[in-house]
């Protein structure tokens, strides 16, 4: 009898092992991957990157980012190694729509220009793909979350995406919208023809 009551003791201990480092595996591996960029070199940023996916928390906010075509942010080359600017570029049906940013960065966290820092919180967060940016936007404590993956290139390799559809579970997020590979990027502003309509 002692010997089968030890025997359930074992098992039970086993199991509760198994659960609490299970418990402590799934935080410390969102933690990694979370993780905010190392070191932020300015001139990296320079050039066009296409936004690749992206993960939000806002539901209409979400169904508003799957009706892009595509869209793109592009750093120009600046000597100020603190602060920045880019244009996003987003194309819907025949528009393009084009917005100026000023940015202020403080290590791998950023600020805009204008905005309160106590409203929205981002940062550039580490990836493994080698030719990609990752943008995290935190606005108003949590409520709402903007996660955007940008690269050099219009598609990555699987493990790469996987990479970071877990980075989007982590934050608690519906699946992240893939972009459509096919559909060309718009024009930038200055490539575009003054006599096109809009």
């Known amino acids: 009898l002692q010997l089968h009551i030890c025997l359930i003791n074992c098992i039970t201990n086993a ?54 075509d595509s869209a793109s942010i592009h750093f120009p080359s600046n000597s100020n190694a603190t602060s920045l600017s880019y244009t996003r570029s987003i194309c819907v049906g025949n528009k393009s729509l084009h917005t100026l940013f000023n940015i202020t960065l403080e290590g791998s966290s950023f600020t805009y220009d204008g ?18 940016l990752l943008m995290h936007m935190d606005v108003q404590s949590g409520k709402r979350i903007h996660f955007y993956l940008f690269s050099r ?14 980075q989007v579970q982590c934050l608690n997020m519906p699946p992240p919208v893939v972009m459509d590979p096919e559909k060309k990027l718009c024009l930038e502003e200055a490539d575009e023809d003054p006599e096109a309509p809009n």
């Not at 410390?28 to 300015?42: F, G, I, K, S």
């Not at 290139?153 to 877990?166: D, S, V, Y």
């Open 15 to 68: 199991v509760l092992l198994c659960w609490i480092s299970m418990s402590l595996a799934a935080p410390l591996a969102c933690e990694d991957l979370m993780r905010p960029l190392d070191q932020l070199h300015p001139h990296r940023l320079v050039g066009r990157w296409a936004l690749v996916a992206g993960g939000l928390s806002h539901l209409p906010s979400l169904e508003r980012f799957r009706q892009r």
């Open 115 to 132: 905005t309160d820092k106590s409203t929205v919180s981002s940062s550039f967060v580490h990836t493994s793909c080698r030719d990609c």
């Open 153 to 166: 290139r219009r598609q990555l390799e699987q493990e790469e995406m996987e990479e970071f559809k877990a």
